[in-house]
């Protein structure tokens, strides 16, 4: 990672207002601020070009939160991605923000795609150790908790080594709900919390989320 970027408090968020489907960006942008503003300067935006390896290389920390589940990225806003993430850029990819594996090379970034949820609910979630019995960073000081969100489920991509690091239950079994990987110098993490602004608003998720985005800018 680049001096600039490891110090850079930027914290760039991409989604969809006008042409969103089920996750409009503007219904979530007080939570974001109110979660990250004391440790980065929060950008919003749903211009899909902020990807491309000459605008993205200064931010400290890239949140996906797009809607749009038929391909909308370019091959050249994938490949800046990617660059960014390897060259020790950070990505959270936050909930809907997993429509970005519908590009085939931003699968294979996150790791997994999404297959569908059952209804919007409470749901039981709780970290995972590592083999070692250790937490990871992320969740260390995570407590078990109850929250309302969609229940999503996903198709890992055979290969890629990740760490799940939460899980959530529902009748009787006990699904991934977070996972980290390290992609060259760079870091990602995948959460399926953050709905709408009701399952932003539980302590525990909004923990989640700004230990996500510190961790995935080599802040702790």
């Not at 490949?79 to 950070?90: A, M, P, S, T």
């Not at 990819?93 to 609910?121: C, D, M, N």
């Not at 799940?164 to 110098?185: C, F, N, Q």
């Amino acid at each position: 990672m680049t001096a600039v970027q490891r110090q850079s408090r930027q914290a760039m968020v991409l989604g969809d207002i006008e042409k969103m489907i089920y996750h409009p960006l503007d219904r979530i942008q007080q939570d974001l601020n109110e979660m990250l503003g004391e440790h980065f300067t929060v950008t919003f935006t749903e211009d899909y070009e902020v990807m491309r390896k000459e605008q993205i290389t200064d931010t400290g920390v890239f949140v996906s939160y797009t809607d749009k589940w038929d391909g909308p990225v370019t091959d050249e806003q994938a490949d800046g991605l990617i660059n960014y993430v390897v060259e020790g850029g950070g990505l959270v990819v936050l909930h809907t923000g997993v429509s970005f594996s519908a590009h085939a090379k931003l699968l294979e970034l996150i790791g997994a795609r999404f297959t569908g949820h059952p209804p919007y609910q409470s749901l039981e979630f709780e970290p995972l150790k590592k083999e070692s019995g250790d937490l990871h960073p992320i969740v260390q000081e995570l407590q078990p908790f109850h929250s309302e969100d969609e229940p999503y489920r996903y198709a890992f991509v055979e290969g890629v080594e990740k760490q799940v690091i939460l899980h959530y239950s529902l009748d009787g079994e006990t699904y991934p709900a977070a996972w980290v990987r390290h992609i060259g110098k760079g870091r990602m993490v995948s959460l399926m919390p953050g709905h709408n602004s009701n399952s932003l608003q539980h302590p525990e998720v909004r923990k989640l989320i700004l230990t996500s985005c510190l961790w995935a800018a080599g802040r702790i």
